[in-house]
């Protein structure tokens, strides 16, 4: 009989993500597998109807709406209840037999354990990031906070701080297998809940080969690029501040793919006026191929990231990369190997910085040598084909569904 896998994630209509990617890799290489039959329940907001199809043989989507006021949803848990149960009666004949349920979303834990309460199933929750480190983004102030209190002064007496929502913590304690991507995420929740009673793996995010191949040249400016959203913790200010500080003794560009707006753009290239900027704007896989073949340099300034997607594509792309020494990024690079890793430094007053002179340096340093370009480009590549590949990470995932 074939294993039955349950992939669920929630999401809102036409975003696409690290997560999304992800599930979308996993969900269509497991689907392939012919001993297991993989469904794929979405939980999106911005839809109005259940959606069901079969994709292929082994590969089944189902697409269901969440409620109109999805931020009032999440936040009541009657609200909630009513509607897993609901849910749950109306899949009930997809859950029959006991599939393992492997989720993506941390939130969807109260469904997954009533499922397992009605059937018995194991849960498999992957952790795509470490919650508490999005206030980057939304409350810097609280960020610095619990940054110095877990990294500096490496103080975990007061999990309630990091593990801010009652879902994560279910997560944690209640799930039958912990996936993390990186080794600091696994640290993180034995550092933090050193109770939870999961079995805890690491297993990186893999890729499929996308064969570019890479065209640096010498003699002319060198063309950084750079890959990400204008949320702060991407970084992008930093390394615009870096090539600002390196404009007197190299030349470079820097191209921009993401998704910002006029208004931003305009900014942007008032406040540095004399930087060679260019903005590609979201571009599909095929463009992007084409930018990363044509670039010389891939250049990363996150001030936190997990198994990034866009760091596993400049190894794919050869390119050699400058990068902020954070996080998964830490892990995915080896400097002077396949990479020019950035120092960061805290305090409690400017918070958490790229150290802004080093980048500048590594901008110039990699702009006059195309040996060392091609030396760290290659290791990335050789980084890639034994790291990151989609078949690595589907035999990782099937060696945990068997143990469960």
């Given at each position: 009989m074939k294993q039955h896998i349950v992939m669920m994630d929630m999401t809102k209509a036409g975003s696409i993500n690290g997560v999304t990617r992800c599930i979308t890799t996993l969900s269509e290489g497991l689907g392939r597998n012919r001993s297991l039959q993989v469904i794929w329940i979405r939980f999106i907001h911005g839809i109005k109807h259940y959606q069901d199809k079969n994709v292929r043989q082994g590969l089944h989507i189902i697409q269901i709406p969440l409620p109109d006021e999805v931020s009032c949803f999440l936040a009541n848990s009657?609200?909630?209840?009513?509607?897993?149960?609901?849910?749950?009666?109306?899949?009930?004949?997809?859950?029959?037999?006991?599939?393992?349920?492997?989720?993506?979303?941390?939130?969807?834990?109260?469904?997954?354990?009533?499922?397992?309460?009605?059937?018995?199933?194991?849960?498999?929750?992957?952790?795509?990031?470490?919650?508490w480190k999005g206030l980057y983004n939304t409350n810097i102030e609280l960020f610095n906070r619990l940054y110095n209190k877990y990294y500096i002064q490496k103080d975990y007496s007061h999990?309630?701080?990091?593990?801010?929502?009652?879902?994560?913590?279910?997560?944690?304690?209640?799930?039958?297998?912990?996936?993390?991507?990186?080794?600091?995420?696994?640290?993180?929740?034995?550092?933090?809940?050193?109770?939870?009673?999961?079995?805890?793996?690491?297993?990186?995010n893999g890729i499929y080969d996308w064969h570019i191949k890479h065209h640096s040249k010498t003699g002319k400016a060198t063309k950084l690029i750079f890959v990400g959203s204008g949320q702060r913790s991407k970084g992008l200010s930093f390394v615009l501040a870096a090539m600002q500080t390196s404009l007197m003794r190299t030349r470079s560009s820097l191209l921009i793919v993401g998704n910002y707006s006029k208004d931003i753009r305009n900014m942007i290239i008032n406040q540095y006026p004399f930087l060679d900027i260019?903005?590609?704007?979201?571009?599909?896989?095929?463009?992007?191929?084409?930018?990363?073949a044509n670039s010389d340099v891939g250049i990363i300034g996150s001030i936190q990231e997990q198994c990034s997607y866009v760091a596993i594509e400049m190894m794919m792309a050869?390119?050699?990369?400058?990068?902020?020494?954070?996080?998964?990024?830490?892990?995915?690079?080896?400097?002077?190997?396949?990479?020019?890793?950035?120092?960061?430094?805290?305090?409690?007053?400017?918070?958490?910085?790229?150290?802004?002179p080093s980048m500048a340096d590594a901008i110039v340093e990699l702009g006059g040598s195309m040996k060392l370009r091609c030396r760290l480009g290659k290791h990335g590549r050789l980084r890639y084909k034994k790291k990151h590949t989609v078949g690595g990470m589907l035999s990782a995932l099937c060696e945990i569904y068997n143990i469960l």
């Open positions: 009657k609200l909630r209840e009513r509607y897993w149960t609901e849910v749950y009666h109306r899949l009930q004949p997809v859950f029959q037999g006991s599939p393992i349920l492997h989720i993506h979303t941390l939130n969807l834990i109260e469904f997954a354990l009533l499922v397992k309460m009605h059937t018995g199933s194991k849960i498999v929750s992957h952790i795509h990031c470490i919650p999990p309630e701080l990091f593990i801010r929502q009652h879902h994560e913590f279910l997560v944690y304690t209640q799930s039958d297998f912990i996936i993390c991507v990186t080794e600091c995420a696994k640290e993180f929740i034995h550092n933090i809940c050193p109770n939870h009673v999961s079995n805890i793996s690491v297993v990186v260019e903005f590609a704007g979201v571009v599909g896989k095929e463009h992007l191929k084409h930018l990363y050869g390119l050699p990369v400058i990068t902020t020494d954070v996080d998964g990024l830490s892990e995915l690079f080896e400097q002077g190997v396949n990479a020019i890793k950035i120092p960061v430094h805290f305090s409690p007053s400017n918070g958490l910085q790229p150290d802004i």
